[in-house]
Structures are given as structure tokens and as C-alpha cells.
């Protein structure tokens, strides 16, 4: 694992420098990265709200573009951005903990190199939800590929249907181990983001879940998207 992590950090880091994309090979199982997955059309149809490609800028933005099938006025567009051009937050889900009503949207917005957003159980970080919970939907974008000075944003639209907890990592290469993981609702005071993360870094191996569900792909133009952290 120590070779592998030292491999990974390489390669993010010249990766960074030449402003490249990283699709790497360790943890990919049965999904390729930047598979062909169907990009969304204009208007995409969550769990009966119709929302706008071009998403409110700003987190927690209330859903408009379209108007709710079902839903309020108070449902909102949380959006997360998922990892950063800079080295030492190319790992991270920005903000890594979150709350979320039924017809909330979240929003994951991806910034540069290759991952997922992938459920596991709290149990079992780094796997999908589906080998501890064989009746779950679970969620997964597949891989997400972005390479330097894109004028969209590719993102991953999933519709949350309930309060539970949802414990999401990303499965490519060792980021899952190296903490790139977050929550959703989550308000056990021992199933927490830091328990979750100290788990996840224990882990003997990342696994990406084999089929694509729980959201939407999509893009939104850049100038609507949340910067990454630097």
C-alpha cells in the first residue's frame, strides 16, 4: 500500500504540473475510467424535478430552471466540488460534510484528474453499498476524467430521496484510503465523517461499484460552477 500511495502522489504531482488528467489504473475493477456513460441533455428529470443544466451558482441555491414536478420552493442545489488543480486538495470533497432534505439535488461538481462518487456502507469504506446491503441502490458516477482548461463543468446530479445517512467516497486508485470521502446527514456522534475517514484509511483495497446509477451526468458552464479550493 506504501508503494502504491507513493506511485499515486507521483503521478498527481506531475499530473498537476503538465495540467494533465489522471485516469489511473489501481482500483478501476470492472469500470473504465471516463467510460461511456451518457451525457445528459439540456434539462435533466430527478425524481420528479426538472432542473436546469445551468445550475444557480452558489451552494444551496433553491432549484429554479424548469420548475418542480414535485418538491418546494425550499428544495435546493447543494453543490460539492469534487477535487482541486492544487496538489493538497486534489483529494477532497469541498464542503466533506453536508445536509440534505428530501428534493434537495446535490450537486458534485467535478474539477481536475479522474474520479467517482461512490456509496458505501459506514462499515465498509471503499466498497459499494450493494456487498453489505445486497438491497441497495447505492450510487455511482463511474469515472470522471477532466483534463485542464475545460470550458464546462461536468457534473453528477443525485436526487436525495430520504434523511439517511450516505456515506460517499471516491473509488479510483488509493483516494478513498488518502481521505476522499464525505457525508451526507449524518448525525451519529460515532458513525461521523472522522470515524468514516479513519476507517476508510485502514481499508485493504478501493473497489468502484459495477454499474452507474443514483444520479445524472451532465456539464454546466464554468462560470456557474463553485472555484475548487486552492
Known sequence: MHFHQISFLAAVALCSLLGL???????????????????????KTLTGLSVASASPTGTN??????????????????????????????????????????????????????????????????MPIQQSDATAAGVHSGFVPVSANETT??????????????????????????GMVMTINVSNQTENLAAYKAAAAKATKNVPANNFQGGVLGNIPKADAIPPPV
Open 61 to 126: 441555491s433553491p432549484i429554479t430552471g424548469g420548475g418542480a414536478a414535485s418538491g418546494s420552493a425550499s428544495n435546493k442545489i447543494i453543490a460539492v466540488v469534487v477535487g482541486s488543480p492544487t496538489l493538497n486538495k486534489s483529494l477532497v470533497f469541498t464542503p466533506n460534510e453536508i445536509s440534505a432534505k428530501p428534493g434537495d439535488i446535490v450537486q458534485f461538481q467535478f474539477s481536475q484528474i479522474n474520479h467517482t462518487v461512490t456509496q458505501s456502507s459506514f462499515a465498509e469504506p471503499c
Open 21 to 43: 488528467s489522471s485516469a489511473e489504473s489501481p482500483g478501476a475493477g470492472g469500470d473504465k475510467p471516463g467510460g461511456d456513460k451518457p451525457k445528459a441533455s439540456a434539462t
Open 153 to 178: 463543468v461536468q457534473t453528477f446530479d443525485m436526487p436525495i430521496n430520504d434523511t439517511k445517512p450516505m456515506f460517499i467516497y471516491c473509488a479510483q486508485g488509493p483516494h478513498c484510503q488518502l
